[in-house]
Nanobody, 116 residues
Framework: QVQLVESGGGLVQPGGSLRLSCAAS????????MEWYRQAPGKQRTRVAG???????YYADSVKGRFTISRDHAKNSVYLQMNSLEPVDTAVYYC??????????WGQGTQVTISS
């Protein structure tokens, strides 16, 4: 079982930046894919970005060009650099991991609020 803990959320003004971190523990060497999702109240949880074990990345159209996902295997961590933030980006952001055995793990989420 992999445990995931997000950090780095907070309140930022429109146009600002935040960097989210997700630290993995447990059987972290078995992780294949790591992703970031987000969910606003009353809205469906959607995938923001993902990164494979080889370093291949993919992004939702809504964040392409503004967000960057990266991974540090030595630190068992994945990051989401968020630039040019807008009110529509306000949501709880969740770390998601899929192991080589196909088992999914979720973090507890971290709140990101964009407001002036």
């Amino acid at each position: 079982q992999v445990q995931l803990v997000e950090s780095g959320g907070g309140l930022v003004q429109p146009g600002g930046s935040l960097r989210l971190s997700c630290a993995a523990s447990g059987n972290s060497f078995s992780i294949n894919i790591m992703e970031w999702y987000r969910q606003a109240p009353g809205k469906q949880r959607t995938r923001v970005a993902g990164i494979g074990i080889s370093g291949h990345t993919y992004y939702a159209d809504s964040v392409k060009g503004r967000f960057t996902i990266s991974r540090d295997h030595a630190k068992n961590s994945v990051y989401l650099q968020m630039n040019s933030l807008e009110p529509v980006d306000t949501a709880v952001y969740y770390c998601h991991a899929i192991s080589q055995a196909g088992v999914a793990s979720w973090g507890q989420g971290t709140q990101v609020t964009i407001s002036s």
